[in-house]
């Protein structure tokens, strides 16, 4: 604030302002929860068959690991897909699988369901990643905009 009352501060770009890319990753998954329907059409889910479906908070507990799910959703046929959205100026790598296991192992579910991790982006992939079968579904949101 001292640098813009004194006349020193230049503005250059919204990308270099700080925490940009945090912003932005949190403006990406409002974008991609505004549009379910494109997600649920992406991986063929009829809406009759949702029982529930929305961003997911497990707390930590003294017997569970806490955990955040960007987006999940729970069908009558007992599959949870777990949506991890991202968002990242650079390629996204293998670290992605990595993240996403550590919420699956945290992740308290009732025996019997089957989980299906999905990876919903915009931007570029490694080979790595496109080549790994960890993912049940990679969702290139850019198609939708």
């Keep these: ?49 949702i029982v529930l479906e929305n961003p997911f908070y497990q707390h930590k507990t003294s017997r569970t690991n806490g955990c955040q799910i960007d987006y999940m959703i729970q069908t009558r046929f007992n599959v949870l897909y777990v949506c991890e959205v991202k968002f990242s100026k650079n390629i996204l790598g293998m670290s992605v699988v990595a993240d996403v296991q550590t919420k699956l192992k945290s992740l308290n579910y009732p025996k019997g369901y089957s989980i299906r991790p999905v990876l919903i982006h915009v931007n570029e992939l490694s080979e790595e990643l496109k080549e790994s079968s960890f993912f049940t579904n990679i969702i290139d949101f850019t198609k939708f905009l």
């Design 1 to 49: 604030m001292s640098k813009i009352n004194r006349d020193l501060y230049s503005f250059k770009s919204l990308g270099s302002l700080p925490e940009w890319n945090s912003h932005m990753g949190l403006q990406f998954e409002n974008l991609v929860l505004n549009n379910r329907t494109l997600i649920l059409q992406a991986l063929d889910i009829n809406l009759e068959d």
